[in-house]
């Protein structure tokens, strides 16, 4: 059994990981609003790009909220987890 600091580490761990990667998911949404500005992309063009963010953001959420804390960490640290925003891409039928 870990610590009260052990645990204390491992969520601030998870937590900046959550933060800078859903960061990072958010830049994809702004690029395509600003494209969509400079009227180099359509409404549906981003449309989907803000729904391929709320795949992989639904991802990253379940990955730092539903793992154990200290597992998450150690993987994080380990073997971070791969591509989020290919994670939320469209499953081709």
Avoid at 20 to 34: C, K, T, Y
């Amino acid at each position: 059994m870990s610590s009260k600091a052990e645990r204390r580490a491992a969520r601030e761990k998870v937590g900046a990981y959550h933060e800078a990667q859903l960061s990072r998911l958010v830049e994809h949404v702004a690029g395509a609003v600003d494209r969509h500005r400079a009227g180099e992309l359509d409404a549906f063009d981003v449309d989907a790009v803000i729904f391929q963010y709320s795949r992989a953001a639904k991802e990253l959420w379940k990955f730092c909220n539903l793992t154990n804390v200290e597992i998450a960490a150690r993987v994080i640290d380990d073997h971070p987890p791969a591509d989020w925003w290919e994670r939320g891409a469209p499953r081709e039928r």
